[in-house]
């Protein structure tokens, strides 16, 4: 982030973005406690568990995008939420007062106009702009909260103007999409209007002025984004009936601002630990019991539960050498992951649901390679009177199937797939129904007792996107990669050109040897269900060298921003415990650091610095750790 340094106290973990004062003054009324207004030009209050900036961007695309990324500049919000009022069209289903949360936020104003060529009309438009998603976790969490019988949005001190009974409908749907542009619309002439209808038919909810900036300064500084808004007038002639327009506006703005304040209050970010909220997925309670069993002590002691062990090397872990990996280049051993796929409905399904919301993706991807990625087919690990080498077997496959099923696990309509393949992603011996690519985590541990801790860009294909990771991680790259295979000879794979690659590729670091690396064993993430392998890194550099090569621009995956911890019991138990500094950790994060800081110990000792960590997290330790990102 450009610019000062924004403080904890400074900090939010929402902005709530108003364009208009009337929007804005409907919102605060609506809060139990009144907002402080010491620092303007922001309204700072408690939503629930967490602080909360609201502000008036001012209407039109351009204003709104310039106000709120100077907001994200002074507030460094976890999540951006824009509120207010909007169009909505009838033709839809859209009706006074209904709320409208779209997947998709489309620029009507991008287009060519040119001579007609003779169909009647002077001129003729050819719409480029493309359609911009929101965030797809915010806007599962919505989703979910519209099924609240109780419709606690409903319950708000302004009076429905018509059929004061009805409650408003909630339209939220993948496929449904807003215009958004800088055209106030009052006619169903409107070219604007009649595009949106024809280009997108029913699934064009309506149109207003300002997401697409909004969208776009969320982008930028990789912050979530979501739209909420609810309907005053239709876009027709009838915005300008003062029985209808100012009538319904009050309302509308008021029923979109209790929805927001909701879906806050009930909201858990994706490094909770808590299950069946908002954010999180919904187990059955066999599910949820089967993952608490797993859980180790390391990860009780500083209350984690975003991931799972499958399966642990005894300790002290193992050396790669003592670890054969075996490359099922012909499938022999298991079948071809896309022969899975097309024998599964729920897998099949869920590929074609992507494929058809990802077209561009899509064809991307599937013409790569067959065994341009990797998947995990299998592990074996051998018994103590066994004088052999544990197996770690793999086989070929394509990016494009971890990107339409894992990182779509958490989602509500994936949901039956997640309980299908959930006791199937525990057990390594068996062929797995998950793409299951894969990849490492890896702690990384300097001379001088710090371990690295780096934040990646946000990304929005991954759902733990912008958290914070303990170490880097890394995909392996199959034989068909050949820019960066970890497999040159498919009769000869080990770890080594994996592990190795990765320190080099995300800390431009080139010194790193075989002897410095222990692997832990595998762990589940828990929104993904996708598996990891464990390692530590214990570097003969500095943390000062490691942490420059993370933040180099020439780094092939360089860090977003970067940061570090001293390997001690009160310094792992601050930053894991208290989220001021750290708000999200990546799946797998705290875990690592656990097994960072008990590693080499005999199990008594081992044992008594996880109590220690533990009495420290009860009583909410905060030491100071440098800050890297200045």
Request: net charge negative; with cysteine.
């Amino acid at each position: 982030m450009s610019g000062a340094k924004v403080t904890n106290s400074h900090r939010v973990a929402f902005l709530v973005v108003t364009a208009t004062q009337d929007e804005f003054n409907d919102l605060v009324g609506l809060l139990h406690t009144p907002p402080s207004y010491k620092e303007p030009p922001d309204a700072i209050t408690d939503v629930g568990p967490y602080k909360v900036a609201i502000i008036k961007s001012g209407q039109t695309n351009a204003i709104s995008q310039a106000a709120v990324a100077d907001a994200i500049k002074r507030r460094d919000p976890r999540a951006v939420i824009l509120t207010g009022i909007a169009a909505g069209f009838p033709e839809s289903g859209v009706g006074f007062g209904d709320i409208v949360i779209p997947f998709w936020i489309a620029p009507y104003e991008h287009a060519k106009i040119t001579d007609s060529g003779g169909d009647g009309a002077k001129v003729k438009y050819q719409h480029r702009g493309l359609p911009l998603d929101v965030d797809v976790t915010l806007w599962e969490a919505a989703a979910f909260l519209k099924n609240d019988p109780d419709c606690p949005w409903a319950k708000i001190p302004v009076p429905r103007p018509a059929s004061p009974c009805q409650l408003p409908t909630v339209h939220a749907d993948h496929e449904f999409k807003i215009g958004s542009g800088d055209k106030l619309v009052a006619s169903e002439f409107a070219e604007a209007r009649e595009w949106l209808l024809r280009e997108f038919g029913k699934d064009a909810l309506g149109l207003e002025m300002e997401s697409f900036g909004v969208s776009i300064a969320c982008r930028k500084a990789a912050r979530p984004f979501l739209l909420v808004k609810a309907s005053q007038d239709p876009a027709t002639s009838a915005k300008d009936d003062v029985s209808t327009k100012d009538e319904w506006r009050h309302y509308a703005a008021s029923v979109a601002a209790k929805f927001v304040l909701t879906l806050i209050e009930r909201y858990k970010f994706l490094d909770s630990s808590i299950t069946g909220t908002i954010g999180v997925p919904i187990w059955t309670h066999e599910e949820s019991n089967d993952w608490n069993l797993t859980l180790s002590s390391e990860q009780r002691a500083v209350q984690d539960s975003e991931c799972a062990w499958i399966l642990r090397f005894p300790q002290p872990g193992r050396s790669p050498l003592d670890v054969d990996v075996v490359y099922d280049a012909e499938n022999v051993r298991f079948q071809r992951y896309d022969r899975t796929v097309e024998g599964n409905p729920l897998l099949h399904n869920a590929l074609l649901d992507w494929k058809s919301a990802n077209p561009d993706d899509w064809l991307a991807l599937d013409a790569e390679p067959w065994g341009r990625h990797v998947r995990l087919e299998g592990v074996q690990v051998k018994r103590a009177h066994e004088g052999r080498n544990d197996e770690i077997w793999l086989g070929p496959a394509k990016y494009v199937y971890y990107l339409a099923i894992h990182e779509r696990l958490a989602g509500l309509n994936l949901r039956e797939l997640r309980r299908h393949s959930f006791a199937n992603a525990f057990e390594l011996r068996n062929p797995l129904l998950l793409p299951s690519d894969f990849a490492i985590h890896m702690g990384i541990l300097s001379k001088d007792r710090f371990l690295l801790l780096r934040r990646r860009q946000s990304n929005r294909r991954t759902p733990y996107s912008g958290a914070w990771e303990a170490g880097i991680g890394e995909f392996m790259h199959g034989p068909a990669s050949p820019d960066k295979t970890d497999i040159p000879d498919i009769n000869n794979v080990s770890l080594e050109l994996l592990l190795k690659r990765a320190v080099e590729e995300e800390l431009d670091y080139h010194e790193a040897r075989i002897e410095d690396f222990t692997l832990y064993g595998f762990a589940l993430e828990r929104l993904t269900l996708a598996p990891k392998l464990l390692v530590l890194y214990r570097s003969d550099a500095t943390i000062d060298t490691l942490a420059a090569g993370a933040v180099d621009s020439h780094t092939e995956d360089y860090a977003y921003e970067v940061d570090k911890v001293p390997l001690t019991a009160k310094s792992i138990a601050a930053i894991c415990c208290d989220s001021s500094s750290f708000p999200a950790w990546g799946p797998t994060s705290k875990l690592v650091m656990m097994l960072a800081l008990t590693a080499g110990l005999t199990p008594s000792a081992g044992r008594n610095v996880i109590r220690r960590v533990q009495d420290f997290c009860k009583g909410h330790y905060s030491p100071k750790v440098t800050d890297w990102r200045k």
